[in-house]
């Protein structure tokens, strides 16, 4: 049975209890008295609390104890102990058994849950491979399932299509988006002889291609591959609450002993006497507020990071976040806004951005689109163009109010000359990376626009702030390392690792892993590998389902500065889970030696029911506790030049 009807009988058994201890300061009782809670409280314990009771037998049998163990024991004595009271006619508290119960099995609902999201990245990712491709067969296109493709079969790709597997183009030319695998943001122009990648993106051209690489061989099986790996290289981290459970639980049972021991046999108490004490003493440590303490603060910070745009997946990622030292983050999408904007114009501004306009306007170039995105921006209304050509790998060219004009690249140029201070202005455009591209006029290059993947406006913010916590900031990317270190200069990133092919970006996180824990941020379908390889994954909301799933949290504002929000968040949320780790124990520990009847000369006893309250009043506090985590500061402010 799972843990989800497991609660949820529990919690249907246990609610008529509920009713009836509210209604029976009114002098209502519940129907049926002590039988009705007997038998409720049955059906929870042998089959909702089973399995617990099953996991703590199994750990005594080896010498250890657990979670399971403390609730085993807690249910299980205030449960017998009610039948022995039930047949005696004294108070009973079937209703401590139940609810003990429910409300662990309220938190283990949540963790599987949590649990259940890591494993459907790897659903993703599959569901992103093509469904089947046009291959050439006896002379002829024919179409069949993906699964059908042998290698050396010659594959024909239109415009708008998914590239089935990898291979390398025999005929025709196109740009294909990789940034979906490779993380470059701008689509690469492919030709003869050049590799293209299965499941990235056809734009504007048909090309066939040689099928090289098919099936587990792909580079998307491989990347499916690694992010399988990387989930499983994760060794379980130790529950805190285990942990205690191995010292707390042995010596709680070996008081309980004592207590009954010394009652019975040094001061002549009667049996009923003696046991009453030693059950108070097991009630009072009883687990309730344990099974309440991780749930509560988990459920209270992740809906106070929702409310901020801050998804918190799961809570072992809170644990790994105090002890991160390295901010890992891609470029594309994070760093950067994740498409080509123009940066700079050079000459008459206005000129220059609306004769590009006006033959960008016919062109499918991905650098048109951030030219005419420009031009819109700034209200230029571009003129018409005539006996347009595009010129492959070099530009396009047309006739504009009966004048001879031209954009594009350098080879575009021929003999077209350019100045001395244009020649020199290219230069310094091309050493901050940008993509220079030449608009003339009747053979006379009047200007120049730069192309970039411009930063994030709140990314060098961000940053700053991260250093400013005595973060390692470290560029991870598969763009080429002279844009990546001008990114890096303008934002304050303190280390580049450039060219990084995507089956890598897990290997190089490894790596950095050995010098302290580390925090990966991306967006891209590349990053998910590093995502799930990383401590603690932090996946963009912008970017793709396989990244979302694959990080622990989840920036759904898109923004950079919420990374150290997210860290602050987790920390703090992760602080008051020990917090209220520490509530549920102080009652146990101060109520123990009053349970035991070591104030019994003075008056001062804890009788089961008396037990059973402190129990309520150390989950009150341990939900008080969680609340108060709505109030906390969350403050990641810093001053940047």
Partial sequence: MTITKRFWIALVFSLPMLVGMILMPFGIMIPGGEWTQFILTTIVMAVAARPFLQSAWASFKKHHSNMDTLVAIGTATAYIYSIYAMITHQSVFFESAA???????????????????????????????????????????????????????????????????????????????????????????????????????????????????????????????????????????????????????PVVLILSILTFLVWYVFLGA???????????????????????????????????????????????????????????????????????????????????????????????????????????????????????????????????????????????????????????????????AKTVVFVGLNQEVIGMIAIQDAPKATSKEAIATLKARGLRTVMLTGDNERVAKAIAQEVGIDEVIADVLPGDKADHVEKLQKQGKVAFVGDGINDAPALTMADVGIAMGSGTDIAIESGGIVLM?????????????SKKTFNRIKLNLFWAFIYNVLGIPVAAGLFFAVGLTLSPELAGLAMAFSSLSVVTSSVLLNKAKIDTKVKTA
């Fill in 99 to 249: 609810f003990v119960v429910t409300f662990v099995l309220l938190g283990q609902v949540f963790e599987e849950r949590m649990r259940n999201n890591a494993s459907n990245a790897i659903e993703k990712l599959v569901d992103l491979q093509a469904k089947e491709a046009e291959v050439m067969r006896d002379g002829k296109l024919v179409k069949i399932p993906l699964s059908e493709v042998v290698q050396g079969d010659l594959i024909r790709v239109k415009p708008g299509q998914k590239i089935a597997v990898d291979g390398v183009i025999t005929e025709g030319s196109s740009t294909v988006d990789e940034s979906m695998v490779t993380g470059e943001s701008m689509p690469v122009t492919k030709k003869i002889g050049d590799k293209v990648i299965g499941s990235t993106m056809n734009s504007n051209g048909t090309f066939m291609f040689k099928a090289e690489k098919v099936g587990s061989d792909t580079m998307l099986s491989q990347i499916v591959e690694l992010v399988k790996k990387a989930q499983n290289s994760h060794a379980p981290i130790q529950n805190l609450t285990d942990k205690v459970s191995e010292i707390f639980v």
């Fill in 270 to 432: 009667t049996i009923a006497q003696a046991l009453i004490f030693a059950v108070s003493v097991v009630v009072i440590a009883c687990p309730c507020a344990l099974g309440l303490a991780t749930p509560t603060a988990l459920m209270v910070g992740t809906g106070r990071g929702a409310k901020m745009g801050i998804l918190i997946k799961n809570g072992e990622v809170l644990e790994e976040v105090n002890d991160v030292k390295t901010v890992v983050m891609d470029k594309t999408g994070t760093i950067t806004n994740g498409k080509p904007e123009v940066t700079n114009i050079i000459g008459d501004s206005q000129q220059v951005l609306k004769l590009a306009a006006a033959l960008e306007e016919s062109s499918e170039h991905p650098l048109a689109t951030a030219i005419l995105d420009k031009a819109k921006a700034d209200t230029i209304q571009a003129d018409k163009a005539d006996s347009f050509q595009a010129i492959e790998g070099k530009g396009v060219e047309a006739v504009v109010n009966g004048q001879k004009a031209f954009v594009g690249n350098d080879k575009l140029l021929n003999d077209v000359k350019i100045s001395t201070e244009l020649e020199n202005k290219m230069v310094q455009l091309q050493n901050e």
């Fill in 557 to 569: 504002k898109n923004d950079l500065r919420d990374v150290a929000k997210a860290l602050e968040l």
